[in-house]
């Protein structure tokens, strides 16, 4: 038996869905509005149809109105940009998803810059990225959003505690620290990013209360690298060859020395997709309120 708490990311992304469903239900009362999620996918990668699969299910049971928009693993850039446009048109959409990743001929960085700002539900475009960072946020990338919402809800304090995020990526460790250091709930902490060029590793990820690993490397952070009572996230998720799944942390280890802890499957993963939908109900309700039919 582990020492640590087990975060359960799963029974909480059931319980944020459930209360989501009930908004989008008033909501759509009101308004006579569903929101709308656009995913796009491009090709048919297994793990990506299987995302998708579960980001539409989810939307489903909340009440949002999805749109499938399947693309050939050929189609061009142009032909991609097109598709985003209408999209970005369209006013039954308020969200609009790209599924990456994109096959390697295709540019995602600048599709996703075709999005509108206001209907990005995965919150990666500049401008969103950058109220970010401004301290000012709107659409906020759904993995980091998810773990500052399980750290509130798993009442972990955040203010004035050290934070380690492993990992500088866009799409999770850089707004990952953005959030921790922003002020208010679930923020206010003292932030450190380390990367593949930090020195001693360990040692700093010793220092941290709350220790956030994103590095996509299977099971690399040891039992040794952990603060005993640290509260560990893991963001990572991996197939072994046996087809279980692990994360970026060691969880035997880790969760004999933390004093809570993210199990992969069902920590951070579910969660993920419970803050898309939050994002799109968001986008729906401010586009719809300026711009009332
Ligand atoms: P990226 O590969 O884009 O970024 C990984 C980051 O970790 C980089 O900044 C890299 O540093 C750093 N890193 C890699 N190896 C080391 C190391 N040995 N020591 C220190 N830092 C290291 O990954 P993502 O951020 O996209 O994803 C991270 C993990 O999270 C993956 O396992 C991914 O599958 C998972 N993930 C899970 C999601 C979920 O919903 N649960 C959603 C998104 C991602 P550098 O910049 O120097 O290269």
Known sequence: MPNARILDGKALANRLQAELAQEVQAWSAVTGVKPGLAVVLVGAEPASMVYVRNKRKAAHSAGFEDHLIEMPSDISQQALVDEVEKLNANPAVHGILVQLPLPKHLDSEQILRRIRPEKDADGFHPVNMGLLALGTPKLVPCTPLGVKELLIRESIPTKGKRVVVVGRSNIVGKPMALLLMAKGEGGDATVTIVHTASEDMPGLCREADILV?????????????????????????????????????????????????????????????????????????????????
């Open 213 to 293: 690993v994103a590095a996509g490397q299977p099971e690399m952070v040891k039992g040794s690298w952990i603060k005993p009572g640290a509260v560990v996230i893991d963001v990572g998720i991996h197939r072994r060859a046996d087809g279980s799944l692990c994360g970026d942390v060691d969880f035997a280890e880790a969760s004999e020395v933390a004093s809570a802890i993210t199990p992969v499957p069902g920590g951070v993963g579910p969660l993920t997709i419970a803050m898309l939908l939050r994002n799109t109900f968001e986008a729906a309700k401010s586009l719809v309120s300026s711009n009332p039919s």
